[in-house]
């Protein structure tokens, strides 16, 4: 990672809770993050605006929660075994694998001439590399290239004590497998009809390389999903509808639209499913990648599905008595690239402070109290019993360390909305000074008005 925002992104994610690298005590794992304590509030609160969108306030959506591990069957019938693999090289010497072409950097066969001394320039140890060469890009190896091959991105494992082919089992690869699986049993226990989704938020497993741009792509990631069942004939109305309600969830999040680029996905470059896709692409400091995704999958699972499995997951028309697979929009969203691209959007340096300035239904806290000083008991005991009122119904944090103005600060930086003062006035007019993190205006008001003044200002 080279971008200066990046880091400060990651530099900030670390020393204030918000993303901690994996198993860091151990040396950490390539490409491995936790969310920390603030972390986990902002990815929350971002499912939990997501759900309320797509799946609470609308009467055509049903929700789903399936399992990580899932019938071998399930991924050949979905082509997940066939399909899902992409070209590596794997070195002879230490066996680590490689994209056999990322820019054209790796399968030296095909770098041209005028390539190697820009990628000899970005080496900053070990040996250089040649018109012709095939060798291990961990200078430290150095080893010879196999040729390329197709892997499966698969993430495997075993289910019961034995390890043999009847026990294998793999980590799912994508959240929609399971909404069509359980197809027919949303049919048979709930009222929908055409049109209607089944949302899912959960984790996906990637055994794919992963290069490293913090959060951006992991082995181990989280969607946020729908597959929406229509009608052949209107795909394409229900493919633009979903698409204007994505671009919509960007502008939710705060995200600056002119960032934003709808990019349509050639034949040759979609997934084996795929009839239509369009990718959302983001000006992310490392280049223009993807965000989210929207894909038209045609019949193509539940017709699968129902020749694998020999089960009828066909829809009847109640009215003509009708019986035919769906077809289905897929909107997606990642869980971690909506983290990642909001705090890219919120993170600003404003003379001597740094600030999140997140959108307040995404802040980990909505507010903090203080106490003036924290050596006066009574601005003390006063600030904990705002605190405890207010905690009732938002997310909010009560510090008392160190001077006013360092504390102000630290909220700016992790992206407080509101701080909430309590001083020696406050102990006779029975008010408060709450202090806005993005203009930094002051205002007093009675703390018997303090959860309207918030309400007030989150829904605006």
Same mark, same amino acid.
């Given at each position: ?11 900030? *994610? ?24 603030? %972390? ?50 794997? *070195? ?24 190697? +001394? ?5 080496? /900053? ?10 060798? *291990? ?172 499995? %020999? ?18 929009? +897929? ?17 600003? +340096? ?25 050596? /006066? ?7 904990? /019993? ?18 006013? %103005? ?8 992790? %992206?407080?909305?509101? *701080? ?8 006779? /007019? ?31």
């Amino acid at each position: 990672m080279t971008n200066d925002l990046l880091d400060k992104i990651v530099s900030l *994610c670390k020393r204030r809770g918000f993303i901690f690298p994996g198993s860091e005590i151990y040396g950490g794992l390539a490409n491995s993050w936790d969310y920390g304590p603030l %972390g986990v509030e902002l990815k929350n609160n971002i499912k939990q605006l997501w759900w309320k969108k797509f799946v609470q306030s609308r009467d055509d959506m049903v929700g789903l929660d399936t399992a990580l591990i899932m019938n071998p069957k399930v991924w050949e019938a979905s082509g997940h075994l066939k399909n899902f693999t992409d070209p590596l090289v794997e *070195c002879k010497k230490c066996h680590r694998r490689f994209p056999a072409i990322t820019g054209g950097l790796v399968d030296f066969k095909k770098i041209k001439e005028d390539e190697f +001394e820009k990628f000899n320039k970005e080496i /900053k140890k070990g040996r250089k590399y040649t018109p012709g060469e095939r060798r *291990c890009i961990d200078f430290d190896c150095g080893g010879e290239l196999m040729e390329p091959k197709q892997f499966n991105l698969m993430f495997l494992t075993y289910m019961g004590p034995t390890k043999d082919t009847s026990s294998v089992a793999y980590f799912r690869p994508e959240t929609a497998q399971g909404m069509f699986v359980d197809f027919k049993n949303i049919l048979d226990t709930t009222r929908v009809s055409l049109p209607f989704g089944v949302a899912q938020i959960g984790k996906a497993f990637r055994n794919e390389i992963t290069p490293g741009n913090f959060i951006f792509r992991t082995r181990e990631f989280e969607q946020m999903e729908i597959e929406y069942f229509i009608r052949e004939k209107d795909w394409e109305q229900s493919f633009e509808y979903w698409k204007k309600e994505m671009s919509d969830w960007i502008k939710e999040l705060g995200v600056d639209a002119k960032k934003v680029h709808e990019v349509e996905i050639p034949e040759g470059e979609r997934a084996h499913y795929s009839k239509r896709t369009v990718d959302f692409e983001y000006e992310f400091p490392f280049g223009q990648k993807e965000l989210y995704g929207l894909a038209y999958r045609t019949d193509f699972d539940l017709k699968n599905h129902e020749k694998f499995s %020999g089960q009828n997951l066909k829809y009847k028309d109640l009215e003509t008595g009708e019986e035919f697979w769906p077809h289905v929009i +897929e909107p997606t969203w990642g869980v971690d690239r909506s983290a990642l691209v909001v705090l890219l959007e919120s993170y600003a +340096e404003e003379e001597k402070r740094i600030v999140l300035k997140l959108p307040f239904k995404l802040a980990p806290y909505k507010a903090a109290v203080f106490p003036l000083l924290a050596n /006066k008991p009574e601005l003390v005991e006063m600030a904990r /019993k705002i605190y405890d009122d207010l905690r009732k119904d938002f997310m909010v944090v009560f510090d008392g360390r160190g001077n006013i %103005g360092k504390r102000y600060y630290s909220q700016d930086e992790i %992206g407080t909305p509101f *701080c909430v003062t309590v001083d020696f006035d406050s102990l006779e /007019k029975g008010d408060v000074t709450i202090r806005n993190r993005d203009t930094m205006k002051q205002e007093r008001v009675k703390i018997e008005n303090i959860k309207e003044f918030l309400e007030k200002e989150f829904t605006k």
